[in-house]
């Protein structure tokens, strides 16, 4: 069974920053597209960055210039660092990726790391 394991979130003042990682684990053949997703209270899901195994990126524009994000494929693991943190950046940050198993391609997500901006 394949899984997404997320860490890095936390409390931090407006202007700080954070690293999110997220790991997959389990029987993997490969993983296409990795990218990271954020809910915030009251507010639809929504994309904050991917990049797809080749290392093409694309961001939300609430994140250009303030998030970066890399994979590490031989660790099969996504990174968000996010930097100049805004109070309106607060939300549960939710890791995804195409995965390739044993059994065929499965779209998976992580449980989600709560992130909070606030002084």
């Known amino acids: 069974q394949v899984q997404l394991v997320e860490s890095g979130g936390g409390l931090v003042q407006p202007g700080g920053s954070l690293r999110l990682s997220c790991a997959a684990s389990?029987?993997?053949?490969?993983?296409?597209?990795m990218g990271w997703y954020r809910r915030a209270p009251g507010k639809q899901r929504e994309l904050v960055a991917r990049?797809?195994?080749?290392?093409?990126?694309n961001y939300a524009d609430s994140a250009k210039g303030r998030f970066t994000i890399s994979r590490d494929n031989g660790k099969n693991t996504v990174y968000l660092v996010m930097d100049s943190l805004k109070p309106e950046d607060t939300a549960v940050y939710y890791c995804n990726a195409g995965v390739l198993g044993p059994r065929g391609f499965v779209d998976l997500w992580g449980q989600g790391t709560q992130v909070t901006i606030s002084s």
């Open positions: 389990g029987s993997i053949v490969s993983i296409d597209t």
């Open positions: 990049i797809t195994r080749l290392g093409s990126t």
